[in-house]
């Protein structure tokens, strides 16, 4: 169903924001093989990678979407995306999110940690 999806709407954009879905946190255990497939699909756009992490996520599963991706491009920006649980608190640490743009860093060439701005302003 998403190979699908990319391929219909592939031709209709220019910039794409791919939402990587830890396994564990979208209940879809073929997570990675799926964006194996999806990411070629969008070759040739602006893309970007952005992962939304909580409290508790499945570290080796993030180890895993960064092998994977990397493994596609690791030019291609990438956005870890700490939830927003209650106005401004964040759903992990800070400590834990230095942690995570080091260990990103070693595999990914442009990292960037950004709130989910649409939280802040009021937005769902």
């Not at 979208?26 to 602006?46: N, S």
């Not at 992962?51 to 956005?79: C, S, Y």
């Not at 649980?85 to 595999?107: H, V």
């Amino acid at each position: 169903m998403f190979v699908d999806a990319a391929r219909r709407v592939s031709s209709l954009v220019d910039i794409v924001a791919l939402d990587i879905k830890l396994p564990s946190l979208c209940g879809e255990k073929d997570a990675f093989d799926i964006y194996d497939r999806v990411i070629p699909i969008f070759a040739g756009r602006r893309l970007f990678y952005k992962i939304v992490l909580i409290e508790g996520f499945d570290e080796t599963e993030f180890d895993e979407a960064l092998r994977v991706l990397a493994a596609h491009d690791d030019t291609i920006p990438l956005v870890i995306q700490p939830a927003t649980i209650e106005g401004p608190m964040l759903g992990i640490s800070q400590g834990k999110l230095f942690d995570l743009y080091g260990k990103a860093s070693r595999f990914m060439k442009d990292v960037r940690v950004l709130p989910q701005i649409h939280r802040f302003i009021g937005l769902q």
